[in-house]
């Protein structure tokens, strides 16, 4: 009853302005308020008071203005310096443009937020001052700066002031060009005067100052229908949260986030000329638009502000199949938070409801949604609940996306290093202010976009722009200053790209406590043969591990007779044996190849390094002195393979083109060479050999730091004569291309080789041709089988069609003090980098994270979190069913004796999976599908039973093949 007499008497105060039974009218935010300030409609309208969109225009005076009145902006040397005169008086504010110019009564202050600017009457219209004041902070203007807009609005090049009278000067209005957006109920009317042409708006039934804002029906719609319907079925009111459609949400804000024009581009703000009306939401918007967004060379990146609805529509917020996202999921149009940010969300998931406080600082905002999906998989709704309590946990599992270290809220002084925005919102978009818009498109850019587009000027990327560029203290630069922000292409702009390619691609960042993939080298039936056939591997499992760049490397391992054996699978479209000193001959010289495209790949073990040391730096880190250390470039050579003296790491290194296929070369099957890069794209190619057995070591020098070939002697050496300029051998009459692309020491000591300086123009010419008809280069190395600890890795390969199939063969103990040495039952680390036609060392790595190879054991189990759980318990493995393999989680609430084992159904056991002292945590341990002797299981039901001090628990599974 208390509600209807308050509705009554709002009836009887702004009654007079309702026009029943007619087409709603616009009655401006004051009649919103009596409502919504408390009950009976909510606090809306105290909320939306406080926004910009409430204060986007105000009546000058102190409390409104931010700008220094008291100073001239010069526009520039490219309009003669003149200048805008500021003053005050009597509480006006003036501007005078131009030293001899008219000067103008401030009429309305624009902004004041971030920025604010000016507008000044002409006649009957409203027109924007070359000027901008840009405050030091959002609401924060304890100091700020002048900075131009648009001066050649008003300016000649010479410094002269535009005649305002003139029709090119008036189609800058504010009123033809803001005011759609600006203003609630905008009604713009052009008028024509004989040869004069102006721009006049009008708004909200009393165009008074109040209302000269983004207003609540500018996204509620008119509003005269809506107090006498409060109560009804039908409230006479837009609610955008109530539209059944997506589109219809997100052209609430689109009418004005876009960047483009009218229908028919006499407007810059949403404007049907066919009716002459403007958007009201509820309509479809198309009608009302042109897009004519600016971006970078890209395409789709912003350049200019007031479009994240064009780039949002690119996003997967909004293309994804399953949870369309619009403006209001993340925003609140009735906060005054920066960037009116919700700070809460009601979520649910999983059929639990979940309300949780978000923050895009800590990446609440976006974890309320991302988490337990993707790579958040292992963040919960209710860890996002409590970030503070939970911020090991997420932040194993952000880091394990970002490959940075976790400190969103930037409390380390990392710049808010991990914070989901930083990568996937960088600031890319200007507004007098060099890239002070977030890009609302939600995609990382990659410094190769600002490679790739030098020659349109170049582009931002995210880690320059959010981090990197002139990054100080724990935030690296790489060496690179860049004093040009507005500009891209520039020498200091490709170096900074150049190397954080080169660090994105690689994720070899500063990052902790990587966890890989888990590899079981379990004893076989039968040692495979190291021959390029895989036949004999069909029984073994492949564990995938993750590289930089999207890309895999699959493995398999046995043991049998004191030896390890690995096979490693990865896609490659090319086989390429070529290198940057490979010889071609062009007409009667030699030229060196402009290109290095060899396939290799490098697996590397810990020998005595410490185990901390080893686990918090990686391994893949550093092979080559002469690219720069992320941390602290060329400061210390040592510190660019991070190892000091007496430690050390093996390296096995496959070469595609210096000794995989020294014992024996062979190719198949429809081979297709290219002509230009004389790689192979199509075929079948086996070759036989070793893979370079190396170790790492203290820095010793250029040109590969610390790596240096283990004792004996080398399976490569140059095939160059004495002064460099050609080759010293080559083949007479290779058999085929691959024959062609191996030259080998026993081919020479053979007869079958040419020496080059020797020979006649005649046969030069006939052995050259041979090679070109083949598609062939002259190899830069000549290869013969290593000796020594260096010949410790016998290998094969076989490329078949876009495929590369490795396999290896070394003993489990060689007893040389340069390798790893492997003991039966026990687990060691390692990681891979692959080269595949990456040339120089644009390697594509793993960064610090370590993969684990169980020698004659199942791996693996693992602690995933450091987080102290409350309580024992055992989770329900994922996924299941299964096959090949599946993942089981256990939380200990402190250091336990955890016995884990896997049952069949007739109760035997099948696997053991833990049998130690655990430290408290969260821990993961994962199922192959294999018995303790590495065999097969069959599909089936199995139960895996957990022991922790007195805490047992027992779950049922399903193997399904």
Request: some cysteine; overall charge neutral; aromatic content about 10%.
């Amino acid at each position: 009853m208390k509600t209807r007499v308050v509705l009554n008497l709002l009836l009887l105060a702004f009654g007079p302005i309702f026009v029943f039974g007619q087409t709603a009218t616009y009655v401006g935010s004051q009649v919103c308020q009596p409502c919504h300030s408390g009950a009976p409609g909510g606090n809306q309208h105290v909320g939306w008071s406080q926004t910009l969109h409430s204060k986007i225009h105000a009546v000058p005076g102190v409390a409104t203005v931010k700008g220094d009145f008291t100073q001239a902006v010069d526009m520039g040397t490219s309009y003669g310096n003149s200048q805008v005169i500021l003053r005050t008086s009597g509480g006006k504010y003036y501007a005078k443009v131009g030293a001899t110019g008219t000067e103008f009564e401030i009429a309305y202050t624009y902004g004041g937020g971030w920025k604010q600017r000016y507008l000044v009457r002409i006649n009957s219209s409203f027109y924007i001052l070359p000027i901008q004041w840009n405050l030091k902070g959002y609401a924060n203007n304890t100091s700020g700066t002048w900075v131009t807009y648009n001066p050649q609005n008003w300016f000649n090049a010479d410094g002269s002031a535009k005649a305002t009278s003139a029709n090119s000067f008036r189609v800058k209005s504010y009123d033809k060009n803001c005011s759609g957006c600006h203003i609630t109920g905008n009604v713009v009317q052009r008028v024509v005067s004989g040869t004069d042409t102006s721009w006049t708006s009008t708004w909200a039934n009393s165009s008074d100052a109040g209302n000269m804002v983004v207003g609540c029906e500018s996204c509620h719609g008119p509003g005269s229908l809506h107090p006498a319907n409060a109560f009804g079925a039908d409230k006479k009111i837009i609610n955008p949260s109530k539209f059944s459609s997506n589109d219809r949400k997100l052209e609430v804000c689109g009418q004005c986030h876009y960047r483009g024009t009218s229908s028919s581009g006499a407007y810059e703000f949403a404007w049907d000329e066919t009716t002459n009306t403007g958007y009201q939401p509820g309509n479809i918007l198309a009608p009302f638009i042109a897009h004519t967004p600016g971006v970078w060379p890209d395409g789709v990146t912003a350049k200019q502000h007031h479009q994240q609805y064009q780039e949002l529509l690119t996003s997967a917020h909004v293309t994804n199949p399953t949870e369309k996202l619009n403006c209001f999921t993340c925003h609140n149009p009735h906060s005054a938070a920066s960037h009116q940010l919700r700070d809460s969300l009601q979520v649910t998931y999983q059929s639990v409801n979940y309300k949780i406080k978000t923050d895009n600082d800590d990446n609440t905002l976006c974890l309320a949604c991302h988490a337990g999906s993707g790579p958040f998989a292992a963040i919960t709704k209710a860890m996002v609940q409590n970030p503070v309590v939970n911020k090991s946990s997420i932040g194993l599992a952000v880091s394990g996306h970002t490959r940075h270290s976790y400190d969103p809220t930037n409390a380390n002084s990392t710049g808010g290093s991990s914070r989901c925005t930083k990568c996937h919102m960088p600031k890319t978009a200007v507004s007098a202010i060099a890239y002070d818009i977030h890009s609302h498109r939600f995609s990382t850019v990659p410094p190769s976009k600002t490679l790739a587009y030098q020659a349109q000027g170049g582009m931002p990327n995210s880690c320059a722009a959010s981090c990197h560029r002139n990054g100080t203290g724990k935030i690296p630069n790489f060496g690179v200053t860049d004093a040009n922000l507005a500009q891209w292409n520039e020498l200091s702009d490709v170096s900074l790209a150049t190397e954080l390619k080169f660090w994105d691609q690689n994720m070899f960042f500063k990052h902790r406590g990587g966890t890989g993939t888990g590899v079981s080298a379990l004893p076989g039936a039968t040692a495979p043969l190291i021959d390029a056939d895989t036949s004999d591997w069909n029984s073994t499992a492949w564990s995938e591990v993750a590289l930089a760049n999207d890309k895999s490397v699959s493995i398999k391992a046995k043991i049998n007779n004191n030896n390890l054996y690995m096979l490693f699978r990865w896609t490659d479209a090319t086989m390429s044996l070529v290198r940057s000193e490979s010889w071609v001959r062009d007409g009667t010289s030699w030229t060196k190849n402009p290109t290095q495209s060899e396939d290799r790949v490098a697996v590397m073990w810990n020998i005595d390094i410490p185990k901390d040391k080893w686990e918090k730096d990686g391994c893949m880190n550093k092979c080559h002195f002469d690219v720069n250390n992320p941390v602290a470039p060329d400061a210390n050579p040592e510190d660019d393979t991070y190892l000091t003296q007496g430690e050390h790491s093996d390296l096995w290194h496959m070469k595609a083109g210096r000794g995989l296929g020294v014992i024996s070369a062979r190719q198949s099957g429809t081979v297709v060479i290219d002509p230009t890069t004389h790689q192979a794209t199509s075929g079948v190619f086996q070759l036989v050999g070793y893979f370079d057995d190396q170790n790492m070591k203290e820095y010793v020098g250029k040109p590969d730091g610390g790596r240096v070939g283990d004792a004996g002697s080398a399976m490569d050496s140059r095939n160059r004569n004495a002064a460099q300029t050609g080759p010293k051998y080559i083949e007479k009459n290779p058999a085929d291309y691959i024959d062609a692309m191996v030259l080998t020491q026993s081919e020479i000591d053979g007869g079958e080789t040419g020496l080059v300086d020797s020979l006649n123009a005649s046969d030069l010419s006939t052995y050259w041709g041979r090679y070109s008809t083949l598609k062939a280069v002259v190899p830069e190395r000549i290869v013969k089988p290593p000796t020594g600890s260096r010949g410790d890795v016998q290998a094969a390969g076989l490329w078949k069609d876009g495929v590369w199939y490795v396999e290896t063969k070394r003993a489990l103990s060689t007893g040389n003090a340069d390798d790893a040495q492997f003991t039966l039952n026990q687990d060691v680390t390692f990681a891979i980098s692959l080269m595949d036609n990456s040339g120089g060392a644009a390697h594509w790595g793993q960064g610090s994270v370590l993969n684990k190879l169980g020698v004659g054991t199942i791996v693996d189990v693992e602690r995933v979190a450091a987080d102290i759980p409350t309580s024992y318990s055992l989770a329900q493995n994922y996924p299941n069913p299964f096959n090949p393999s599946t993942e089981i989680r256990f939380d200990l609430p402190k250091g336990s004796q955890v016995k884990l084992v896997v049952y069949d159904l007739m109760g035997r056991a099948v696997a053991t999976l833990a049998d130690q002292t655990m430290s408290a945590g969260a821990h993961r341990a994962r199922w192959n599908g294999r018995d303790q002797a590495g065999t097969a299981v069959a599909s089936g039901v199995y139960f895996y039973h957990l022991q922790a001090d007195g805490f047992i628990a027992t779950k049922k599974m399903v193997l399904m093949k």
